[in-house]
């Protein structure tokens, strides 16, 4: 038996013991959803601080940027973040990566993670700044559509890491702007038709067993993957 299937097989049988179903699993549910808790609680206090700095950062730079996923979802639709989010989503475009490295490291913002797509240019970065965290979603061209690329993160993480690369892909869009927490910022300009490539019609309604990512595509691994770096 190779190793790894010996430690699945090992893995499957502890999940079945009773400490593990009635003492560990709920212990660690919980100490999650607390986590969970702090972080959202912490994005509802600072959120806006952290935004603020990034868009005076892409304003300087004059980089073009835009709320995406789980913030523009909220932002347009509730007008604040959405319940139990505990960062920031924001896109820009590819080329403009090395630029915005150099504008937010120079404003305090901390590089702790990036993902590269092996043998292509796809790239997600999370900065930090006080605590909260933003995720940078890179875009780019690619046979008609526009397209950004992410990863599913293991569960275990390393300095360095592989790790199995997604992507979402979009009609072109331009971009444009709206009010949200008392200060201009930049969206995509077909909003509603942007967020339902994300998450369907649903999107309209809060639903806390809702899921999108209808526009998701996961890669195997023989086909693409991506390196991870993690930053101390």
Not at 19 to 43: D, G, K, M
Not at 96 to 106: E, G, I, P, S, V
Not at 211 to 225: I, W
Request: charge should be negative; proline fraction near 3%.
């Amino acid at each position: 038996m190779k190793k790894e299937s010996l430690k699945s097989s090992i893995s499957n049988i502890l999940k079945k013991t009773y400490l593990y179903r009635n003492v560990y699993h709920p212990y660690v549910a919980s100490q999650v959803e607390a986590s969970v808790r702090r972080r959202h609680s912490l994005l509802l206090r600072e959120g806006a601080t952290l935004l603020y700095e990034f868009i005076r950062c892409c304003t300087d730079m004059q980089i073009p940027y835009w709320l995406e996923f789980g913030t523009l979802l909220g932002a347009y639709r509730d007008g604040a973040f959405i319940q139990n989010d505990t960062d920031l989503d924001v896109g820009a475009y590819l080329q403009d990566a090395r630029r915005l490295n150099q504008a937010l490291t120079q404003a305090g913002f901390r590089l702790v993670r990036e993902f590269h797509v092996v043998g292509e240019n796809g790239l997600e970065q999370t900065y930090e700044y006080h605590e909260l965290t933003i995720d940078v979603m890179y875009f780019y061209e690619q046979e008609g559509y526009v397209w950004c690329n992410g990863v599913v993160l293991p569960k275990i993480t390393h300095k360095l890491l592989t790790a199995q690369v997604t992507a979402h892909w979009f009609h072109p869009f331009t971009l444009s702007t709206m009010s949200f927490l008392d200060m201009q910022v930049s969206i995509p300009a077909n909003t509603e038709a942007h967020l339902m490539e994300i998450f369907g019609e649903g999107y309209r309604v809060y639903d806390p067993n809702f899921s999108g990512d209808l526009n998701k595509v996961y890669y195997p691994r023989n086909e693409k993957k991506a390196i991870g770096f993690y930053y101390e």
